[in-house]
């Protein structure tokens, strides 16, 4: 059974910065298509950065510069080092792992992590 579970998340000045982490348990981070994903109020859940299992990273132009995605193999964890924080970071961001089955993808959600950013 695949489970991920957020933490990190909370209450920051603008410019501020936080650390996000994600647990995983059921699957190994490096053997998987790890992201991370934000869904502010009244808005559609948009990707913020992914990172494949050979290690390449990709981010939305929103965040490039800001935010960095890495993983800890050995502690099975992927974490978003967000910098720079703005007000329009201001989401609840969540844990995805992604895997193909055959033709089939298959994904994992976390429960979010509510991250808040004043002006």
């Known amino acids: 059974q695949v489970q991920l579970v957020e933490s990190g998340g909370g209450l920051v000045q603008a410019g501020g910065s936080l650390r996000l982490s994600c647990a995983a348990s059921g699957l190994i981070v490096s053997l998987n298509v790890m992201a991370w994903y934000r869904q502010a109020p009244g808005k559609q859940r948009e990707l913020v950065a992914a990172i494949t299992s050979g290690g390449t990273t990709n981010y939305a132009d929103s965040v490039k510069g800001r935010f960095t995605i890495s993983r800890d193999i050995a502690k099975n964890l992927v974490m978003l080092e967000m910098n720079s924080l703005k007000p329009e970071d201001t989401a609840v961001y969540y844990c995805?792992?992604?895997?193909?089955?055959?033709?089939?993808?298959?994904?994992?959600w976390g429960q979010g992590t509510q991250v808040t950013v004043s002006s």
């Open positions: 995805n792992a992604a895997r193909a089955v055959g033709a089939i993808r298959l994904d994992y």
